[in-house]
């Protein structure tokens, strides 16, 4: 019942109030991990990338592995870098004078993907690829594939992107 709650209320964009629900329902049953994925995803949606980072980390490893907890790691990878990054039109100004800053392009990348903006995220991703691939340690295509993963693995933007990203790396 509090998770059921929980879930309205996140869609209601009522996160601390789900967060704090699915709290006391973790207490209630700690090995309990349905729990935990509506949590981390409550947790992303307030802001609380500490707090989220902890509980996947703390995960037993056979559990750790599942999908949702992949898509949540993916998403604290984006927020991680949206965080610490400048906002939008300032990333898209450093980028009009020097279109080659990957940094400012990876920032941007991340900031769409947070917004909920796949396809200009996937754009600049795939302009990196085909910048640089070595660029940390092949972060562009790494992340690409994350967000195919976020999309859920299909659609048009992932056929598109894919195609695209084959044609680059191939």
Do not use: W
Not at 89 to 114: C, G, I, S, T, Y
């Amino acid at each position: 019942a509090l998770v059921e709650q929980a879930r309205t209320l996140l869609r209601d964009s009522g996160g601390s109030q789900a967060c704090k629900l699915l709290k006391q329902a973790l207490v209630g049953d700690p090995d309990n991990y349905r729990i935990h994925p509506e949590l981390g995803t409550a947790l992303l949606h307030t802001g609380e990338l500490d707090e989220l980072e902890a509980l996947l980390r703390d995960l037993p490893p056979n559990i750790a592995q599942d999908d949702a907890f992949r898509l949540l790691r993916a998403q604290l990878s984006f927020a991680r870098v949206a965080e610490g990054a400048p906002e939008v039109p300032e990333l898209e100004q450093m980028l009009a004078k020097d279109e080659h800053n990957l940094d400012a392009r990876f920032a941007l990348a991340a900031r769409k993907v947070v917004a909920g903006e796949y396809e200009p995220a996937m754009e600049n991703l795939l302009a990196i690829i085909r910048k640089d691939r070595r660029y940390r340690e092949d972060c562009g295509r790494r992340a690409l594939v994350d967000v195919f993963a976020l999309l859920n693995n299909e659609g048009p933007l992932v056929r598109k992107y894919r195609g695209l990203l084959a044609g680059v790396i191939n």
